[in-house]
């Protein structure tokens, strides 16, 4: 991939397994985030890094924006939503400042 | 197809656009060349990129390793594009790509989206019901095989790698590339032999 991988070596290895801060950013103000709510709080695994790209936190409202490393992160779809067959999953691209070892 | 927007939509549109201008972020010209390079984009790309990857092994090598490079191989226009991350389906594993947060496309290889691609229910209930999704739309897939749903919420825009069905032993890249429909690349439908 080409994405730039500067900055930021990723906190995270393929396999972690990671939880996703169960944080609502958007109760508090106004903001915008790339992080969707039905991932928060919930526990996933580290698929793989996949570069770092400017925080689209900051981005939005034309403020300085760091790069963040972003990940790929694997979700069991079963228990986010009550329903579903076991085995299918859901991978979200989740930026490292939302996610905790888990 | 979506509903044309509306003359209060347009009019906010006009006046983004003016203060954008205004602001020196934007200009016309910019506007113009983003539209042309999205009007010349079609799902054509990608079912040429998916049929040389069925018949190239290099090509196959280069697109699962950087997928802007075998985009602008197959014609693409990438520059100032996001990265193109590819998903490949296996006898094991099927990908279905949506935006629950947006509209987040591979524009630069299928063009615009279509209409469904942008509606809540299709955002809502891809990641929440992918099996009753797919069979909305046709798709059996054997019991064995596992869904990953890939929400396309930063950087990346992805599309699937569909497999290469059974029956089309010897054909050409452009026969191939025939029976790759823009769904396929989606993930809500696979690639038949009629």
Partial sequence: MSAATDAVAPRFAPGARVRVKDDWPETRGPCHIRTPHYVRGRLGQVVRPLGAFPNPEDLAFARPAPRRQLYHVLFEQPPIWNEGKAGDTVMVEIFEHWLEEA | MAAPPSGASLALLEKLVAALNAKGLVSETEIAERQAITDRA??????????????????????????????????????????????????????????????????????????????????????REPRAVLAEWGTQLADDVEIRVVDSTADYRWMVLPMRPKGTEGWSAEKLAAIVTRDALVGVAVPRVE
């Fill in chain 2, 42 to 127: 079609s799902p054509e790309i990608g079912a040429r990129m998916v049929a040389r990857a069925w018949t190239d092994p290099e090509y196959y090598a280069l697109l699962m390793r950087d997928g802007k490079a075998a985009a602008e191989a197959a014609g693409a226009s990438m520059a100032g594009a996001p990265e193109l991350g590819v998903l490949e389906n296996t006898p094991k594993q099927h990908h279905l790509v949506v935006c629950t947060l947006c509209s987040c496309y591979p524009r630069a290889l299928l063009g615009y989206p279509p209409g469904w691609y942008k509606s809540f229910a299709y955002r809502s209930r891809a990641v």
